[in-house]
């Protein structure tokens, strides 16, 4: 017992870290933590004097940070162009990888890593391009190659250098330092001779993938220098010369600035990336360093991004006008899917302006103005409503990046309040202007939102809510920052007058706090559950499954369904909403002409609510629709049918279920199947086995693809039973009949516990023959999983990952075993396969039948 506490304390460990609660408690600590850090930095310094600063800026200094910002960017630009060439060489232009790198990391860059990386950009736009998954990840991890090889050598050169001023961050001894440096370059060295020699091919799960030449791996480098020390520059020139001691200590600081803004999730790393800098740099109370921090923001954050922006907002001005030749056409295409991350981005930037702007001190010669003009009430309102528009837009951004189309008109009434209180609050001019940009941006952008997702605008997910919260946290700092000379009293609320600067920041503090705790408890209470069926079946369901000769059809009746009829009643799908996707079970039932339009109608809503679709378990029959859906195609596995004209037991292959029936017989066992009608009776005694069954197995009761017992369900059908000698029920079957005799298939097959062990064979065997003798054609033994997916070198990769577990998943489900004991009958075998989005897309499409069929993981395990 002793000897596996250390392996429990250890899985314990290990849960709590994935324990959802401190996934989101890490992000929130380290942004608190930077926000009373960054006010005790700060203090002692006046808004006043870091305007003054602002102003004090010379020009050259601005250009010269432009130019390091310009500089970064050529080798973010660089990083997928040099990729490209090296893994897929002319499968696009060489413009498209170049723009998809800057621009996409001048956009996301303001958003921060919890809404969306770079590589989740880059994804979505060379899979438009027709670039399999395998490819795409090859491309990404030559890119990141470029910056860790870039790393490697600047602490290379560092360590072996070590220059004056390293050792205040590296306190080791100059022998071991310069080893260390040595080592690092000589790997760097080694890996070039490697990639000179030719063999240049890394092999990983059956793939290959070609790396680069030593001259293109030497331009990655390149880039990488340029990426990573044009941004360190871009502050570099712009903080005091006096603040930092040399240029490699400041190296360090920036970057481990930059990775905690990474934890934190913050949009940007806002709050927690200046707080490390000003504590790395001992630059507390210093006004001249918090002005060229908010420099280095608009600098290089915010001028990439409107950029950036305004390129990508008339290029798809001009591509609905149809006035795009032929280069900006390819433009536009390849950065077309970054259009739900602009606009998202856009309404974070605009809420962020509206609710800085409310923190800070209006300008007392235009508030002089606007006493001629307006009543003191109407600028207290605006107040209040800039800031409350400023928190709404940054909740609504994350249905924008779902493409909403209620969330950009609630984004574009809010962009425009914005615009109107701006001016009401204080003559802002520069708030108004960029109110009226980001109009203009995303009124330019209407046509990529039109989802009609029935979810709340104001629910969000772990992510969303993380970055959400700790922009906030920062905002509100810069409120106390302005207002820290002004001693908090309990009057300050109730104060109102032209002068009232800190208390209306303390009001505007109130409402945006109301705000996000609503937000808060809604996202934590409300989740959007996996919609289970619908009111009930109707009459046409019912119709069409019984008069289909598939008898796949009968799972339509489980109760756990949603149906999409045709307009006439001659077909219908079965499909579940899981929130993320509508995934239909099996093919459509009836009219072959219906059900093809009935796919497309699936396909439609599902994209009119910004969710994906899918088709489980489904036959080659409608294999071209899904194609032309242009959905892939994934093998899961093969359906059995055995041909039952002239069926019999005879056979060295089924002398199993021969000797099975035969000793049932000898000890009294009779056969017999219920009809529909007289079911009911036994349904209670049914019950009862069905739950000694259950309380046997891992698991609970399944759904969507299978049967579950319940009354309702069990009244569809006949019932094959296994009587012992005292006429007690010891097993059953439920079973489909296709219509006109074609197809016979059973569902639910469960036995009690203390059956004799000849029970189930001897069920099955009779079933087989009563179906023969009623004179069914086929005899459905439902499908094998993975069985016939091909686990070869060049085969798909979801297919590979079929294979591989088909062969070596034994241990959890008898694969193998399954299909050897239907092989017995020597059926005809029929693929089975899911159609549904490629990429990474198919992962969660299995997990979340997974969790219709079985619940998820934890309805495995129950």
């Known amino acids: 017992m002793a000897e596996h506490e250390p392996r429990t304390l250890v899985s314990r460990a290990l849960r709590v870290t994935e324990h959802p609660a401190l996934k989101i408690a890490i992000p929130i600590v380290i942004g608190v933590i930077a926000v009373v850090v960054l006010h005790k930095l700060a203090s002692h310094v006046r808004w006043t004097d870091v305007k003054a600063d602002l102003a004090a800026t010379k020009p050259t200094v601005l250009l010269a940070a432009l130019g390091c910002t310009v500089l970064s960017f050529i080798g973010i630009a660089f990083y997928d162009l040099l990729a490209m060439r090296a893994v897929a060489p002319g499968r696009m232009p060489a413009l498209v990888p170049s723009v998809t790198g800057a621009a996409g990391y001048a956009i996301t860059g303001l958003l921060g890593v919890s809404y969306i990386t770079g590589t989740a950009v880059r994804y979505r736009v060379y899979s438009a391009f027709g670039l399999d998954l395998v490819t795409i990840g090859a491309i990404l991890a030559i890119s990141w190659s470029g910056f860790v090889s870039a790393l490697i050598l600047a602490f290379g050169a560092l360590l072996t250098l070590h220059p004056a001023g390293l050792s205040s961050v590296v306190n080791i001894a100059p022998a071991i330092e310069t080893s260390l440096g040595v080592a690092l370059l000589v790997a760097l060295c080694g890996y070039l001779l490697w990639l000179a020699t030719g063999q240049r091919r890394l092999k990983t799960g059956g793939y290959s993938i070609e790396l680069p030449g030593p001259l293109q791996a030497c331009g990655l480098t390149?880039?990488?220098?340029?990426?990573?020390?044009?941004?360190?520059?871009?502050?570099?020139?712009?903080?005091?010369?006096?603040?930092?001691?040399?240029?490699?200590?400041?190296?360090?600081?920036?970057?481990?600035?930059?990775?905690?803004?990474?934890?934190?999730?913050?949009?940007?790393?806002?709050?927690?990336f200046e707080a490390t800098i000003i504590a790395g740099l001992g630059a507390s109370g210093r006004s001249d360093v918090l002005a060229s921090l908010l420099l280095y923001r608009l600098v290089y954050t915010v001028l990439p991004f409107a950029i950036a922006g305004s390129g990508l907002a008339i290029t798809a001005a001009m591509a609905s006008r149809g006035r795009l030749t032929s280069t900006s056409g390819v433009l536009w295409r390849s950065i077309k899917p970054v259009v739900p991350v602009l606009a998202s981005a856009l309404a974070v930037f605009a809420g962020a302006v509206l609710l800085v702007s409310g923190n800070l001190p209006a300008e007392g010669s235009r508030l002089e103005i606007l006493r001629d003009v307006l009543p003191l009430g109407v600028v207290e309102v605006s107040h209040l409503a800039g800031s409350l528009a400023g928190v709404l837009l940054i909740v609504i951004a994350a249905g924008l990046y779902r493409k909403l189309y209620r969330a950009w008109l609630f984004a574009m009434v809010l962009i425009a309040v914005g615009f109107a209180v701006s001016?009401?609050?204080?003559?802002?001019?520069?708030?108004?202007?960029?109110?009226?940009?980001?109009?203009?941006?995303?009124?330019?952008?209407?046509?990529?939102?039109?989802?009609?997702?029935?979810?709340?605008?104001?629910?969000?997910?772990?992510?969303?809510?993380?970055?959400?919260?700790?922009?906030?946290?920062?905002?509100?700092?810069?409120?106390?920052?302005?207002?820290?000379?002004?001693?908090?009293?309990?009057?300050?609320?109730?104060?109102?007058?032209?002068?009232?600067?800190?208390?209306?920041?303390?009001?505007?503090?109130?409402?945006?706090?109301?705000?996000?705790?609503?937000?808060?408890?809604?996202?934590l209470i409300s989740h959007r559950a996996t919609v289970r069926g619908n009111n009930g079946i109707p009459d046409a369901v019912r119709r069409l499954v019984a008069e289909s000769e598939d008898t796949e059809a009968n799972i339509a009746l489980t109760g756990d369904k949603q149906f999409l009829l045709s307009e006439d009643e001659s077909a219908f799908v079965a499909y579940a909403d899981t929130g993320k996707s509508l995934i239909s079970q099996g093919d459509p039932v009836g009219d072959a002409k219906a059900g093809t339009a009935l796919i497309w109608a699936l396909r439609e809503k599902a994209y009119r609510e910004g969710k994906r679709v899918a088709f489980y378990s489904v036959s080659p029959a409608y294999l071209p629709t899904y194609l032309d859906l242009g959905l892939?195609?994934?093998?899961?596995?093969?359906?059995?049918?055995?041909?039952?004209?002239?069926?019999?037991?005879?056979?060295?292959?089924?002398?199993?279920?021969?000797?099975?029936?035969?000793?049932?017989?000898?000890?009294?066992?009779?056969?017999?199947?219920?009809?529909?009608?007289?079911?009911?009776?036994?349904?209670?005694?049914?019950?009862?086995?069905?739950?000694?069954?259950?309380?046997?197995?891992?698991?609970?009761?399944?759904?969507?693809?299978?049967?579950?017992?319940?009354?309702?369900?069990?009244?569809?059908?006949?019932?094959?039973?296994?009587?012992?000698?005292?006429?007690?029920?010891?097993?059953?079957?439920?079973?489909?009949?296709?219509?006109?005799?074609?197809?016979?298939?059973?569902?639910?097959?469960?036995?009690?516990?203390?059956?004799?062990?000849?029970?189930?064979?001897?069920l099955f065997a009779e079933m087989m023959l009563w179906g023969a003798a009623e004179g069914f054609h086929w005899m459905s033994?439902?499908?094998?999983?993975?069985?016939?997916?091909?686990?070869?070198?060049?085969?798909?990769?979801?297919?590979?990952?079929?294979?591989?577990?088909?062969?070596?998943?034994?241990?959890?489900?008898?694969?193998?075993?399954?299909?050897?004991?239907?092989?017995?009958?020597?059926p005809a075998w029929t693929p089975n396969y899911l159609a549904c989005p490629g990429g990474l897309a198919a992962p969660r499409i299995l997990y979340e039948v997974n969790v219709l069929v079985s619940g998820g993981l934890r309805g495995l395990m129950k």
Do not use: C
């Open 632 to 762: 892939s195609l994934l093998k899961i596995g093969e359906v059995a049918r055995v041909d039952l004209r002239g069926f019999t037991l005879d056979g060295s292959k089924r002398k199993d279920l021969r000797q099975a029936r035969n000793r049932a017989a000898r000890d009294g066992f009779v056969f017999e199947v219920v009809s529909q009608a007289d079911a009911q009776a036994i349904l209670p005694n049914l019950k009862q086995i069905s739950d000694a069954w259950l309380a046997q197995k891992q698991g609970e009761e399944k759904g969507f693809s299978l049967g579950a017992f319940t009354d309702d369900y069990m009244r569809n059908f006949d019932v094959a039973v296994l009587r012992n000698p005292d006429g007690k029920i010891v097993a059953f079957a439920n079973l489909f009949r296709g219509a006109n005799r074609h197809e016979l298939s059973l569902d639910l097959m469960r036995y009690l516990p203390d059956a004799p062990h000849f029970a189930m064979d001897a």
């Open 423 to 523: 001016l009401a609050k204080g003559l802002d001019w520069i708030e108004a202007l960029s109110m009226i940009a980001a109009f203009a941006v995303l009124g330019l952008l209407r046509p990529a939102f039109y989802r009609a997702e029935d979810v709340s605008l104001f629910r969000l997910d772990r992510r969303w809510l993380l970055s959400v919260l700790v922009l906030a946290a920062a905002v509100l700092w810069v409120g106390l920052f302005a207002y820290d000379h002004v001693d908090y009293r309990n009057s300050l609320w109730w104060q109102f007058s032209w002068n009232g600067d800190a208390p209306r920041f303390l009001r505007a503090s109130l409402v945006v706090a109301i705000v996000l705790a609503a937000v808060l408890v809604n996202s």
């Open 781 to 826: 033994l439902g499908a094998a999983p993975f069985s016939g997916v091909e686990n070869r070198e060049l085969a798909p990769l979801w297919n590979r990952i079929g294979g591989f577990i088909y062969e070596h998943g034994e241990h959890f489900y008898r694969f193998e075993g399954l299909r050897a004991f239907k092989e017995k009958f020597d």
């Open 222 to 272: 390149l880039a990488g220098l340029l990426d990573v020390s044009g941004a360190a520059l871009t502050l570099y020139v712009l903080l005091p010369a006096d603040i930092v001691p040399n240029l490699p200590f400041f190296a360090a600081v920036f970057f481990a600035a930059v990775g905690l803004g990474i934890l934190s999730h913050s949009p940007g790393g806002l709050g927690v």
